[in-house]
Every structure is written in C-alpha cells, then in structure tokens.
C-alpha cells in the first residue's frame, strides 16, 4: 500500500516538473519570437523619381564631368542638402528637338516618375522650327505623362531665342511656354538660362552651352521653382 502511495507521488512530481518545464521552455520560445520580431528594421520608402527630359542643356554637353557638372546633378547636390526623399533622373539628349523627344517620351517613361522637368525647344527656335510645330510637340510630351502618371508633378521651363530669329518669331517663342503651362496647369520656370544666356563668362566658346558655373546659375533657376513643388 506504502509502496503504491509512493509510486503514485513519484508520478505526479515528475508530471508536475515536466509541466513546468514545458511552460518555461514554451515561455522562452516566446520571448525569443517576440525578440527576434522586435529585431527586424523597418523596410525604407524607396526615394521619388525627378526626371529631366530635355537636350543639351539638360544633358551637360561640353562640361568635363556632366555626371556631376550639369545642372541636374548641382540640383541633386540641393535636394540632398535639404534632406528630401528624391532622386534625380537624367535623361537629357544632347541635339534633341521637341519633334525628337516627342518620339523618345514612350521609352522614357518606362522608368517611374513622380515629377517630370520638360526642357526641350532651343534647338527647334534655333531652327526656326515654327512655333505652332514645337507647341504641338510639348503638348503630346505633356499629355504622354499626364496619361502614363496622372499623380505625377510637371515643371516645364521656359526658353527664349535670340533677336537675330526676328522680333514677332522670338515673342511667339516665349509665350508658348507660358501658354502651355497655363492651359495644362503645370508649374512654369520663366527662363531657365535666366543670367546665363548672352554673360560669357558663363557660357562655352559656342555663347550657347553654359559652363561649369553657368551650370550651377541654372540650377539656382531651376532649383527657385522646384525646391516649391518637391
């Protein structure tokens, strides 16, 4: 009878500890769940996309390094001194007309965009390219990101052509621009070349491709507007 009773509280002793240890294991399983979860960093918001699509001035053409030298890379250098999340696309093409990107956009804007800074016209008011011509182009360039990214922000700016393209061709050229940007609703840069264009100092020996240091002068011009729509 003794020896019963003492076999049955041996069993329940060693029941009693492997309950307990089970509770203590599965309570360590836990905490090394809960610590492991708690380790694991939050996954970071890939930065938004500002694209510059526009020809050689937007491409840096001249400059000894346009990876670091043109003015959208100086605008890169601001955006990261302000501390904002985006990242800067370059996709000028040097000796681009509006007629020439209005049959590149397509391809473009395979890559996402979240503003889009339209830089294109020089060349055409440079060819005398008629001005009803170059606004049709801009306005398809428009439509194509509006259409492909209707949450997408767009800068275009604004160019002018020398007095030697005749007084009535170089105002129609001008307001095109402005025209454009009030009937689409997007945010205009007067004149991108605003204290570049005709100093020397600050242009090529071409008068036509900034230097260095006309390059960051048309960053500040670009940058006045953008830092707004950022």
Known sequence: MIEHKLKALLISSLL?????NAGQQQQATDSTTVASTAAVPAKSKPNKIVLFFGDSLTA??????????????????????????????????SGETSAGGRGRIDWVLKQK??????????????????????????????????????DAKIVLAGMQVPPSMGADYASQ??????????????TLIPFLLQNVGGVA?????DGIHPTKEGAK??????????????
Not at 71 to 78: R, T
Not at 125 to 138: K, W, Y
Not at 201 to 205: A, E, H, P, V
Not at 217 to 230: E, F, P
């Open 16 to 20: 009693l500890a492997a309950c307990s």
């Open 60 to 93: 840096g053409y001249g400059l000894e390094d346009p990876a670091t030298e043109a003015y959208p890379s100086v605008v890169q250098d601001k955006i990261k001194e302000a501390k904002l999340p985006y990242t800067v696309v370059n996709a000028g093409n």
């Open 173 to 186: 050229f001008k307001a095109m621009f402005t025209q454009l940007a009030e009937k689409n609703k997007v």
């Open 113 to 150: 965009v979240d503003v889009f800074v339209l830089e294109l016209g020089a060349n055409d008011g440079l060819r005398g390219v008629p001005v009803s011509e170059t606004t049709r182009n801009l306005q398809t360039i428009i439509h194509s990101v509006k259409s492909k990214y209707p």
């Open 201 to 205: 100092k600050l242009n090529q020996d």
């Open 217 to 230: 002068v048309v960053a500040d011009n670009v940058w006045s507007v953008l830092k707004n729509v950022l």
